[in-house]
């Protein structure tokens, strides 16, 4: 019997170690729930550690600093979100469907990330940790700008574009602090119509640009 198997207990089958990646993929996910309920001055790396049930060493053999993991964490979430938006759209021919698209995957993207978008949310204040944000704002503005179908220059297009993240955020803003706990498919049904009004609302104005005078 290997001394991993005896550690366990006669009979118990072998703990197996975690890839680096699982790991780190692990950590994250503790890390930003530990994030969203603690706020990132509260939250230390110790706290971390014991959630994600590993030492602190291990801990900062992954990260060097709680600013590191914080500013990592912010690239991960703005990753994937930009990576569901692009997935998305690819598929969709017209721009209203688009439009509507990007949206629904926006929303559930939310719904199932919530601790996430709470984190980009409520950046500290503090201008390297808040800038998570502002890059992926300005980064969902240049997703968004060449899918704006409409006679406009590019920094006209520009501005619409981040006019549409901005009033995004918005509505999440406002979802996020008043929704109610309910059943799974009442919530996911009311992301649903929720994405849907969001797109409407986004697709009456940039139908109505026009080139300046």
Do not use: C
């Not at 699982?22 to 890390?31: G, I, K």
């Not at 990592?72 to 759209?89: G, N």
């Not at 955020?169 to 979802?175: D, H, L, N, Y």
Request: aromatic share 6%; charged share 25%.
């Amino acid at each position: 019997m290997s001394p991993s198997a005896a550690s366990n207990g006669p009979g118990l089958v072998p703990r197996r170690r975690l890839t680096a990646a699982r790991r780190r993929r692990q950590l994250f996910d503790v890390a930003i729930e530990t994030f969203a309920l603690s706020g990132f001055d509260s939250t230390t790396m110790e706290e971390i550690a014991t959630a994600a049930g590993v030492t602190k060493p291990l801990l900062y053999q992954h990260f060097a600093s709680k600013r590191a993991l914080y500013l990592e964490l912010i690239d991960d979430v703005s990753s994937r979100l930009l990576k569901a938006l692009a997935e998305a759209a690819s598929g969709e021919t017209t721009g209203w469907r688009r439009v509507l698209a990007d949206m629904q995957a926006y929303f559930l993207f939310v719904l199932q990330n919530q601790s996430a978008i709470r984190l980009l949310f409520d950046a500290p204040q503090d201008e390297e940790l808040a800038r998570g944000l502002h890059a992926l704002e300005d980064a969902m503005a240049s997703f968004v700008a060449p899918l704006v179908e409409a006679d406009i220059d590019d920094e006209h297009r520009r501005v619409v574009a981040a006019g549409v993240v901005g009033m995004t955020e918005g509505i999440t803003r406002a979802w996020l602090s008043s929704r109610r706990s309910s059943s799974v498919e009442d919530v996911h049904q009311e992301v649903l119509r929720l994405a849907h009004r969001a797109a409407e609302l986004a697709w009456g104005g940039l139908r109505s640009l026009r080139r300046d005078v």
